[in-house]
């Protein structure tokens, strides 16, 4: 079973991927700190950001990845 970190850390690569994408209050305070960074490099949607979401652009889906990676530091 799963530790409740090692769980978000998996909703984290999984919500990633999808075209809904992931809740931004799913990830911690410094975690967030990479949104403007990620829209910035056209990896993620920055309206869907405004609006509470972390949906990947195209690019993004291609270096999913990376968000992750970028996210969870």
Do not use: F, N, S
Not at 48 to 65: C, F, N, Q
């Amino acid at each position: 079973m799963l530790q409740p970190e090692a769980k978000r850390a998996e909703r984290v690569l999984l919500e990633t991927r999808i075209a809904d994408g992931l809740p931004a209050e799913v990830l911690t305070t410094d975690e967030r700190r990479a949104i403007p960074e990620l829209i910035a490099e056209e990896l993620i949607d920055g309206r869907a950001a405004i609006r509470g979401r972390i949906v990947p652009t195209l690019r993004g889906r291609l270096l999913a990845d990376t968000v992750v990676h970028r996210l969870l530091g």
